[in-house]
């Protein structure tokens, strides 16, 4: 199993581009969220879905989309790219229900916009 | 809304030095509680989790943290450090939402360097 992944693992960006991080998971997990990473702020959640077709805001949703076609594939689309999107951004899933899941990390995507 | 506060922002030790990060949330329900850890370059993983059952739980690496209810409290604990122990170290809470479902919130971190 290849886990969790996500392209790119680099981009730059200039205000106003527009874009969408892949993350893609083979474990056929239900539970796929999105996170930001800023030095000092921990990680932030932004969208999450809980299976295919449904989604939902996390805590930091302004600025971004999110769609679940299928268990697989989780894109988040930044739709008009801001100085203040620049972080890393996390992908990861879970089996079940957050509760006492563990939630499956991919590898980051570095963001950079200017 | 739930938080979680980790007081220790950064730390730096020396090999065999015993360590203690503090992890402190704000929640009076039901609490489901993490421990991941980021190497350098790498995403991160679980270190240990806890949601019921013996309040002292183990991880890997010779990790362990306590659960202390009264302290709202989920202190992660190693001993003896390594160079390889040089990460940053989440703390993490699910706490269970309207409806019965669980959201987590992750700490800000804390960067551990570990002088060899």
């Known amino acids: 199993n290849a886990g969790v992944t996500q392209t790119p693992k680099f981009q730059v960006l200039k205000t106003g581009q527009s874009m969408t991080l892949q993350c893609a998971q083979d474990m056929n997990h239900e539970y796929m969220s999105w996170y930001r990473q800023d030095p000092g702020m921990g990680l932030r959640l932004i969208h999450y879905?809980?299976?295919?077709?449904?989604?939902d805001q996390g805590e930091v949703p302004n600025g971004y989309n999110v769609s679940r076609s299928t268990t697989e594939d989780f894109p988040l689309r930044l739709l008009s790219a801001a100085p203040s999107q620049t972080s890393v951004y996390f992908c990861?899933?879970?089996?079940?229900?957050?509760?006492?899941?563990?939630?499956?990390f991919g590898p980051g995507t570095r963001l950079l916009v200017l | 809304a739930q938080s979680v506060s980790q007081h220790n922002h950064h730390v730096i030790l020396s090999e065999a030095a015993s360590l203690e990060l503090g992890c402190n949330y704000s929640y009076g329900g039901t609490v489901n509680l993490f421990w991941y850890v980021q190497y350098p370059g790498q995403h991160l993983q679980l270190l240990l989790k806890?949601?019921?059952?013996?309040?002292l739980v183990k991880g890997i690496k010779g990790f362990e943290a306590e659960f202390i209810k009264s302290k709202f409290s989920f202190n992660l604990r190693k001993p003896s450090v390594q160079w390889s122990d040089t990460a940053e170290y989440f703390c993490a809470v699910n706490a269970e939402a309207s409806g019965g479902s669980y959201i987590p919130t992750f700490g800000r971190g804390t960067s551990l360097i570990v002088h060899p």
């Open positions: 806890y949601f019921s059952g013996d309040p």
């Open positions: 879905s809980v299976g295919a077709g449904i989604t």
């Open positions: 990861a899933s879970s089996d079940r229900p957050w509760g006492q899941e563990t939630q499956y």
